[in-house]
């Protein structure tokens, strides 16, 4: 049965929470944002990436959207291997030229930066840094006591992608596309559709696509940033932090998704081709089936949502009659 305590998987919503491990390292001046990855990262200087930097990273412009060969399923949970090749990955554009959406490798790239500064893991430096001093029930791995409070995910029916007309799932099905690699960095996914209720998986840190937490800890999170970055008295970020990271770092046609969208330094930022607020100001992640965390300055408050029932939707429009029913609601309100 569902409760208020149940946590859900939010897919990659989980890049927002990465997003904000690695403002902090910023605002405290031990990750310099424009400062090469292999300043922190030695070994990413292979292929041609030594001149690749932290804020390419963060905003999908470093041209590391995939690997050349697919991670065998045996390691897909481990952290290593996708590190690993990542570093020795050729960029699949120049760094800085165009952007793509990293679906999947956002999470290696800025969580191995953060391990590599600050000696810890994603998962450890989240909940040492902001989970347990602001009590949000996050997490980005977790042990097999939380396993009862987890919720089962429910897959959407899986269509005939051929016959979708846009172009994301005409071009998911080309393995020479960007689009392929980026979203197929494992055969996982095709092996057991159910990989996201699996033990291997709750306990497995991949910080672009399993977070697992509830609405109200999203909402609490991104409530604060709207509102100066403090939490029950409690500093989540600094006001010019979340400044900088909300200015336009990639806007336009994404290499990956192949439709408009516009991010920050790791957030995904409102488009006129889809606004969230009237406004045009709110920031945050989505994750795969409908989950978000996003945040309103001007506004002043935070949004989550997490359900366990996925949906298949116009990705362009993000044509979730529950999204956009909650959005139409809450602005109605305010």
Known sequence: PWEEDTIVNTFSTTKGITTICALRLIEQGKLDVDAPVAKYWPEFAAAGKEDITVRQIMSHQAGLVGIDSMIPVEKAYEWEPLVEALAAQKPFWEPGTKFGYHAVTFGS????????????????????????????????????????????????PLPDLSKLDHPLYKAILDPSSLTFKA??????????????????????EVPAANGHGTARSLARLYGALATGGTLDGIRVLKPETIEMAT??????????????TRFGLGFILDIPEFQISPNGTTFGHFG?????????????FGVGYVMNK?????????DDPRLRGMF???????
Request: hydrophobic share 40%; proline share 6%.
């Open 183 to 204: 979203f197929m960095i494992s055969p996982l996914m095709l092996v057991n559709p159910l990989y996201m209720n699996t033990r291997e998986w709750h306990a497995a």
């Open 288 to 300: 795969m089936g409908g989950s978000f965390g996003i945040a309103d300055p001007e506004a002043k």
């Open 247 to 260: 200015q336009t770092q990639s806007q336009g046609q994404d290499a990956v998704l192949l439709f408009p």
């Open 328 to 334: 139409n609601a809450i602005y109605e309100s305010v």
């Open 109 to 156: 790239l800025v969580g191995e930066v953060i391990r590599r500064v600050s000696g810890k893991s994603v998962g450890t430096f989240w909940r040492e840094e902001f989970a347990e001093p602001l009590g949000l029930d996050f997490y980005i791995g977790f042990g097999e006591e939380l396993d009862e409070r987890c919720a089962t995910m429910i897959p959407a």
């Open 310 to 318: 996925m949906m298949l939707t116009n990705p362009e429009t993000r």
